[in-house]
């Protein structure tokens, strides 16, 4: 593989994460409850003595949400796409 190639297959990637960050960055903005949803988990442990405090997080409805949001938006471009 030469440079030319690795050069724009990292700038692809750059655009792609540039691209995901800023939407990621507008849905931060409107409030949406992603990540806050009735039966995402959060257990907080507080710290004892030399223990220090753990958190964990698990968001499984809002990546449920998300992943059946995404299938049908990318269902709807590859149908338009074959046409």
């Not at 990292?10 to 995901?20: D, F, Q, S």
């Not at 992943?67 to 049908?72: C, E, G, Q, R």
Request: proline residues 5%.
């Amino acid at each position: 593989m030469d440079f030319s190639t690795l050069g724009k297959g990292i700038l692809i990637l750059g655009v792609l994460l540039v691209a995901v960050g800023g939407l990621m960055w507008l849905l931060g903005r409107t409030g949406l409850p992603l990540g806050r949803l009735p039966g995402d988990i959060h257990v907080e442990t507080e710290g004892e003595g030399q223990r220090p405090a753990v958190s964990c997080y698990v968001p499984i409805v809002s990546m449920i949400l998300l992943s059946l949001v995404l299938t049908v938006i990318l269902n709807i471009v590859i149908r338009l796409l074959n046409r």
